[in-house]
C-alpha cells in the first residue's frame, strides 16, 4: 500500500473507525438504543405491606416514606432529568399473588425498577424473578440471612444478577446485641428468648444464640418461648420467663406484639428485675409513648435512628432533612422501616446516575446492575454500600432506654450507644453468617 | 408462680370464651358458619379503641370503660345489616351459599375496616392503665384482666339466663333443634334469625373490645380470634354452652401450664387437642 | 366434537400469548384441575369442604422435599406420581374423619385438619421450610435436564405441553368418572342420602372414594402449580387459600362439568388485575363474591347455559308458532 494516505482516505478511514466505534458501543449497551435519555417517566413500583399486620409498623412507614423520597427527587428534576412515577402495591395475598403481581410488574407494565418486600416469603419467592423475568428488584427490608446465602461456604456470589437487597440482614441486629451485652452485661448468668414462631423468630434467635454462646459460654440459656405470630394474651409467657429469672431476655416481637407484651408484662412487674433485648425494637418506645420501660437493650436495624447524626457531613445534611420531612408530613419521628425505604430508592438513583457516567444516556438494566454491585452512597443513617453479594452491609446502632424530659417517650441514652462497624457485624463475602460467627476465636 | 400459671389460665380461656361464644350462637341457632366472625370482632376492637381516644382527655373513668361497649354496639350493627342484606336471601339455599357469603364479607370487612380507620395502629390503654395492678400472693397482676373475666362471665350468665329462662332465648333454642317444626309452631323464624346473629355479632364486638387496652386494633386482628374460637367451638361442641366454657377451661389451662412447662408445644397444641377430640368425639365435648 | 377443537386451538397458545399472559395462563390451567377435583366433591357429591388447601399443599411440598432432600429423584416422571401417591394418603387419612359426617360438620372437620396440616408446615421449618417456604427448582423430564434455560422458557416450552396433556388426561377421566355409574351414584347421594342408602349405595363408602379421587386430583394440581409459581409456602394449606378454591369453583359454576374450568381461569385474572389496580383489592373480591352468590349462584358457565337454554327454547317457542 502507499504509504501516503490521501486526505479522503484518512478521512474516510477515521469515519470508518467513529462508526464502528460507535456501533460497538450500542452493542455493549445489549442492542438498546443508547441514544440520548428519554423524557418519560421512571416507573418505580413500591411493593409493601398495605393491609394486615405488618401494614401498621413497616408496610405504611415504608410506603410514606417511598412517596416522600419520591416526591423530593422530582422536585430535584428526577433522575437524569426524569420525573419518577411511583406505583404503590400491596404485599399482601400470600406468596403465590407476589410471585404473579412481581412478574406482571416486570413483564407488563414494564417498571424500570421493583422495590420493596418486607417479609422473608415475599423475598425468597420473588427475588429469583428478577434474572428469569430480566427486571431489576431491590429488596427492601426483609431479614433473613437466607436471601443471599448458600447452602454452605464459601458460596458462589451473587445469587442473583438483577436481584438486590439494600439493608442489612437479622444478623447486624443480633450480633450486635451479643456484642453490646458483653461489653455493657459482661457479668450475666442467664439469658432466654421469647421470640415468635416463624422463620424471623427462629433466625433471630439462632443467630443470637450462636454469638452469645461464642462470646460468653458461661451465659446460660434458661427458656426459649415460641408465641405465635399475632398472639395478643402473653400472660403466660411474661409468667413463665419471670419464673425462670432470667437477667436478659433476647427478642425480635415486632409490630403489634411487641407493643402488646411490653404493656402486659409492665403490668405484671416482669421489667422490676429483667431486661428486653429487642433486635429490631427501635419503634416500640415511640409506639408505646411514656409507658415504655427504662433500662431496655435496643437495636436499631442498622444504625437508624432519628437522633443519630452520621460523622460525615453529607448523610448528616440527608438525616436532618430526613427526620423534619417525615415528621412534618407524617406527624412522627421516623423509624428503621422508612430509612430502608429511603436506601431503596437512593440505592437505584445512585446505580443510574453512576452507570449513566459509562454507558452515556439512559442506562441499561444490566449496567445499572453492575453500578449498584460495590457502590457506596450516602444516606440519613451514613454511607451504605452494597457488597458484590448483592447485600448491603451496615453499621449497627444500640442503645438503652431512657426518658428524658425533651420527648414524650423513652429516647436512647447517648451517654450509652454503641455503634459496632460494618466489618464487626456482617459476615464476609461467601461465608454464611452462622459459619462465621463458629469461626470466631 | 403457680397462682399466676392459674390466673393466666382462667384469662385467656376467659378471652377464648367471649371469642367464641357469638360464634356459637350463630352456628347453633342458625347453623351458619359465621367466617366473618374475626371481622366483627375487629370492629369491635377498633370502634372501642377509636372512641377510648377520641373521649380519654375529657371523659370521667366511668364512661371510659363504658364506651368499650360501642365496639359492641357497632358490631352488633354491622351484623345487624349483613343479616338482612344478604344472609337473609340465603336461608333457603343450600349451606355452601351461607359460608360463601360469609367468607365474601370477611374479606369485604376487612377491607372496609381499613377505609374507615386506615392503616395505622390505634392504642387505647387508658382503661388498662387506670385499674393498675393488685398483689396476689406477692404476684403483681393487672386488675384489668380480672375486670376481663367478670364481664365474661356475666356475659356467659346473660346468656345462659337468656337462652334458658326467657321466652326469646328458648324460641331461640327451639330453632337450633329443630328449625321445621319451630316454624310449624309459629315462631317468627326470620326475625328470630336477625336477632341471634345481631347478639352473636355483639358478642364478638365485645370479645374485641376488651382486649384493645392490652393490644393495639391493627388491620389483620381478627384472624387468629376466628380460628380460636374455631377451635373452642370444635372441642367444646357446636351449639353448646356447657361445652364452649368447658372448651374453653381446658384450652386456656393447658396453653398456660404448657407454655410454662414445655414452650415448643405452644400453636400445635391447640390443633392437637382439637384433632384428638374430632378422632375420639367428633361433635365435641357436649355437641348434640 | 368441541373438546378436540379446543384441545387443538390450546396447543397453539404459547404462539398467540405473550410469555406473561401464557404464564399467567398455566396458573389458570392447574387450578383448573383442581378445580375439576374439587368440585367432584362439591358439585357431584354436595359436600363443601373449606379445606382442599391441604391436598393442594401435599402435592406441592411432595415436590419440594423431593427438591430439597432428593435431589436425585427430582424428575417430572416421579414427582407427579408421587404428588399423587401423598395427596391421596393425606386425603384417605383426613377423608376417612371427614365423611363420618356431613353438612356443617363435615365443613369443619375439613377446616380444622387442613389448618392442623398448616401448623405443621409452618412448625416444622427445618424440614418444611416453616414461613420461607421451599424453593422450586426446574425438573427434569425423561432424562431432559433443563438446567440453565430460565422459568419463563421452560414454562413457554416443554411445560406447557406437559401441563396441557395432563390438563386433557384430567378432563378425560374426571368425565369417566362422573358419567360412570360410580358418578350417577354420588349424585344419588347429593341429591338424596336417606333414598341413596336405602337403594343399597354405600353412602360412606362412596364419600370416601369421592373425597380421595378430589384430593389426588388436587393434589396433582398443586404439584403441577409449583414450577409455574416457583415456591411455595404454608399458606397453601390455609383455609383462606381453600377458600379461593370454593371461590372459583362458584365462579365458573358447580352445576355444570367445565364450570371450575371457567371459574378457576377467570378468577386467576380477576385477583390479579385487583391486586394491580386497587390497595382495596379484598374489598372487590368480596363484593364480587357476594354478588356471585346472590345473583349468578350457577356461576358464570352455569348464567351462560341457561342463557343459551332459554333462548334455544325461546326459538323453539317460535318455531312452534310458525
Sequence with gaps: MSKHISRRNFLKYMGATAVSVG???????????????????????????LTGAAAAPFGIPGENTFKMCADEINKGGGILGRKIELVSKDEAGGVDAQVKLARKLILEDKVDVDLGYISSASCLAVLPLADESGGLIVAYDCGTHELMEGTKSPYEVPKFKLGFRSSAHLGIDNIGLALFIKKYYPNIKKI????????????????????????????????????????????????????????????????????????????MGFFKKIKMAYSRGEPYPQEVGKDYPEEQIICCAGTHYFLFTPPDKTSAGLQKWFVEEYRKRYGKYPSYPCYHAYQAIYAYKNAVEKAAKTAGGWPSIDDIAKAMTGLTFPSPSGPITIREDHNAIEDVLIGISKLTPKYPFPILDPKRMEIFPAAQVNAPVGMRTVDWINSWK | MWVVYTLNGLYFAALLFLTSLGLNIILGVMGILNLAHGSLYAIGAFMAAWTVIQIVAKAPPFVLYLSLLSGLVLAGIVGFLMEKSFIRAMYKRTLEYQLLLTFGALLLLEDVIKMIWGGQAYYASAPFDLLGNVDILGHVYP??????????????????????????????????????MATGLG??????????????????????????????????????????????????GLGSLKGALVGALLVGFTRSFGIAILPEIELPLLFLIAGIILVVKPQGLFGR | MVYVLIFIVLLFVPRLLSIHDLMLFEYGLTFAIVGLGFNLLLGYTGLLSFGHGAYFAAGAYTVGMIAKYLPEAYRLEILIPAALLFSLILAVIFGFLCVRHTKIFFSILALSLSMLLYALLFKLYHLTGGSDGLRIPLPSLLGISFKGIRRPEFLSGTYYYVLLVLFAFSCVIMKGIVSSPFGKALQAIRDNEVRAELIGIRVRRYRLYAFCISGMFVGLGGALWTFVNGHVTADLSHWVFSGEIVYMTLLGGFGIFEGPIIGAILFTYLKLYAMGNTQYWMFVIGATLIVLVMLLPNGVAGAFVS???????????EGSAC
Design chain 3, 307 to 317: 342463557l343459551f337454554a332459554k333462548l334455544k327454547r325461546r326459538k323453539a317457542a
Design chain 1, 192 to 267: 432466654a428468648g421469647i421470640n415468635q414462631d416463624y422463620a424471623w423468630g427462629r433466625d433471630s434467635w439462632l443467630i443470637f444464640e450462636t454469638a452469645m454462646k461464642k462470646l460468653m459460654p458461661q451465659v446460660q440459656v434458661v427458656k426459649t418461648l415460641w408465641p405465635p405470630l399475632g398472639n395478643t394474651d402473653f400472660t403466660a409467657h411474661i409468667s413463665a420467663l419471670m419464673g425462670a429469672e432470667p437477667d436478659i431476655v433476647h427478642s425480635s416481637l415486632w409490630g403489634g406484639d411487641a407493643v402488646t407484651f411490653s404493656k402486659q408484662a409492665l403490668g
Design chain 2, 143 to 180: 386488675t384489668y384482666f380480672l375486670f376481663v373475666m367478670l364481664i365474661t362471665l356475666l356475659a356467659g350468665l346473660f346468656v345462659w339466663f337468656f337462652m334458658g329462662r326467657t321466652k326469646l332465648g328458648i324460641m331461640l333454642r327451639a330453632i337450633s333443634l329443630d328449625r321445621e
Design chain 1, 23 to 49: 456501533a460497538l458501543g450500542g452493542g455493549k449497551a445489549l442492542g438498546q438504543a443508547k441514544k440520548s435519555i428519554p423524557t418519560t417517566p421512571i416507573k418505580i413500583a413500591a411493593v409493601s405491606f
Design chain 2, 187 to 236: 315462631l317468627d323464624i326470620g326475625r328470630l334469625s336477625t336477632f341471634a346473629f345481631v347478639l352473636g355479632s355483639g358478642l364478638a364486638g365485645l370479645a374485641g373490645a376488651l382486649v384493645v387496652p392490652t393490644t393495639p386494633a391493627l388491620l389483620g386482628i381478627g384472624m387468629e380470634p376466628l380460628i380460636l374460637a374455631f377451635i373452642v367451638v370444635v372441642v367444646g
